[in-house]
């Protein structure tokens, strides 16, 4: 089943402007992950916060959580056309070791 | 994708054929996972591994099979392929089971 639940399906924007994905889950978490996937290629992962982590940088990447509404965003600042990829917020399994993904935001950054 | 490969690449094969696809890694990483992708339904995890010989099933491992004798080598086999195992699938590792790294995934087609 899956944890995370990203919004929107689908972005399209122009590139200079900003990029929002959203991502919801429903159960605690120790950690929570995006991950970007180019057409036809393995995922890659971007960036990971901590519970205990309310906001986390790297890069044009800025990732938030609150885990009082069990949610995540990641904003892509000054998007390029390099930037277009499906993202996917992932949750670790309280066993350990999983991840649970998302069905992911596919963002299209228009040149 | 560096440190992580998947073979083949590209497969087409009968139902009732069993199949083995390979996840080699030169990482020295501790988890491996074997994850198949289709649309509308994300990643979703099959069986995964946390050590040499150590493996547990994942979301959706009816119809699969894992083995891992070596730390480099993961291997998932579908004993007889049916049309509904036609999918992308992905391996990945972890060293502390935290980030995964994933391979270039294998499409397979089961006609």
């Known amino acids: 089943s899956q944890q995370g639940e990203e919004d929107p399906q689908a972005l399209s924007i122009q590139e200079g402007e900003n990029a929002t994905m959203n991502c919801s889950y429903k159960?605690?978490?120790?950690?929570l992950q995006w991950y970007r996937q180019n057409s036809g290629r393995g995922l890659v992962h971007l960036i990971l916060i901590r519970s205990n982590e309310r906001e986390k940088h790297s890069g044009r990447l800025r990732v938030t959580l609150d885990t009082s509404k069990k949610s995540s965003s990641l904003l892509i600042t000054a998007s390029r056309a390099a930037d277009t990829a499906s993202y996917f917020c992932?949750?670790?399994?309280?066993?350990?070791?999983?991840?649970?993904f998302g069905q992911g935001t596919e963002l299209s950054v228009k040149p | 994708d560096a440190g992580i490969t998947q073979s083949p690449r590209h497969k087409v094969t009968e139902t009732g054929t069993p199949v083995t696809l390979r996840c080699h890694q030169t990482e020295n990483h501790r988890y491996m996972y074997w994850y198949r992708q289709d649309p509308g339904h994300g990643l979703r995890l099959i069986h995964y591994s946390y050590g040499v010989k150590d493996t547990d099933k994942g979301e959706v491992s009816d119809g699969y099979s894992v083995s891992r004798s070596k730390t480099e080598d993961f291997l998932l086999t579908l004993e007889s392929a049916t049309s509904s195992q036609t999918s992308v699938y992905f391996c990945a590792i972890s060293d502390r089971g935290y980030e995964q790294y994933f391979g270039p995934g294998t499409r397979l087609t089961v006609t």
């Open positions: 992932a949750t670790d399994d309280s066993q350990g070791g999983k991840l649970i």
């Open positions: 159960t605690s978490i120790n950690n």
